[in-house]
């Protein structure tokens, strides 16, 4: 008995190998010898196509009730009460034919499940992937799916899809990166920064988005960029900006405001380039270019110093030589502890 058992669960799984078209050559040669058997078979072979396709039915329409499919699978298969009980071994048989159609819901269950989630994920294209830069950390370069190319600045992440699908090419930036973007007319390159969303066609220009802070600033560099505001609360003419190179868009975190302006920076892309210019200049507004430029920090040690004008062009020099031509043009003294410089007056010490 335990053998006939086994040699009939074997047929079941093969069948239902067959209808869920996953079985071999030799393994349907044996279903269509099982087949060729009886009417009985072929007519079992034909209830669990209909009760697979019922199930995919219900997959497609999102609305699967597994409790519903299994009381419906027993009420096929399963006598009444009554004549179970008048009938004890035809109980029995239809009990195991309830495990055999059992079985077969199983792997339909499985093999839907799995065709269910691919489906979905075709639908959901939004698998992003994620660049982040660390502390004092640039990454000077990074190539985007289209061709488009990026650079981060310390403390900032880029999310971007593998792959742009659809009719725009669409970023999230948090921190500060410059994007030369490679035109595509057809296809619009959108960067979500916070409360600001930037579109373009095909240009270069800076961001600087930080969370927490009071702005969130684009300055063009090529080509044309349009700004908008996210809050829906402002009038159309407040809620965006066209900038052209050498100007800069401004979204004011407390107001919502958005102002366009000329960029008065030449040092704005600093952090990336290490090319700095100062045109009679104070030293704090110096310092300042300089902390963001390298990740250092420095400080000058009385008041007085922080409105000495400078004016030097420092290209990609190490910040030891930038200090010390400020030191000497000024004759002050510079020191360093833990990552620290401190410009202070030789005048107060004599």
């Known amino acids: 008995m335990k053998k006939k058992e086994n040699i009939e669960k074997f047929d079941w799984e093969l069948l239902a190998k067959q209808v869920s078209d996953e079985s071999n050559s030799q393994e349907k040669l044996k279903v269509k010898d099982w087949l060729s058997q009886s009417d009985n078979n072929r007519k079992k072979l034909e209830q669990t196509k209909k009760m697979l396709n ?43 034919q309830f495990y055999k159609y059992a079985a077969i819901v199983v792997v339909a269950l499985l093999l839907g499940s799995i065709g269910y989630l691919i489906g979905f994920r075709n639908q959901n294209p939004a698998v992003y992937n994620e660049i982040i830069s660390a502390e004092n950390q640039v990454l000077k370069e990074y190539v985007l799916p289209d061709g488009s190319v990026v650079a981060l600045n310390s403390n900032s992440k880029l999310l971007f899809p593998r792959k742009f699908k659809g009719n725009i090419r669409e970023v999230t930036i948090i921190g500060e990166a410059f994007f030369d973007v490679k035109p595509n007319p057809e296809k619009p390159f959108l960067i979500n920064a916070g409360d600001a969303q930037i579109k373009v066609l095909g240009t270069s220009f800076n961001v600087c988005a930080y969370p927490g802070t009071e702005t969130i600033e684009v300055t063009v560099k090529t080509g044309k960029v349009q700004v908008i505001s996210k809050h829906t609360d402002l009038i159309t003419e407040n809620r965006e900006v066209f900038l052209t190179p050498g100007e800069k868009g401004t979204l004011f975190s407390e107001n919502h405001l958005l102002e366009k302006s000329v960029n008065t920076d030449p040092n704005f892309l600093a952090w990336k380039t290490h090319d700095l210019i100062f045109n009679e200049v104070p030293l704090i507004e110096v310092v300042r270019s300089l902390e963001k430029a390298y990740h250092i920090e420095i400080d000058l040690k009385e008041p007085e110093l922080n409105d ?22 000024f004759n002050l003294d510079l020191s360093v502890d833990n990552e620290l410089y401190t410009l202070s007056s030789r005048t107060n010490k004599q």
């Not at 000495?308 to 043009?329: A, C, M, N, S």
């Open 54 to 96: 019922k199930i995919d039915t219900y997959y497609q329409a999102k609305k699967f009730n597994t409790n519903l499919a299994w009381i419906n699978v027993h009420a096929q298969i399963s006598p009444s009460k009554e004549k179970s009980i008048q009938h004890k071994k035809k109980r029995k048989e239809a009990i195991a």
């Open 308 to 329: 000495l004008l400078y004016e030097g062009h420092f290209d990609q020099k190490p910040i030891d030589f930038v200090l010390d031509v400020i030191r000497l043009t």
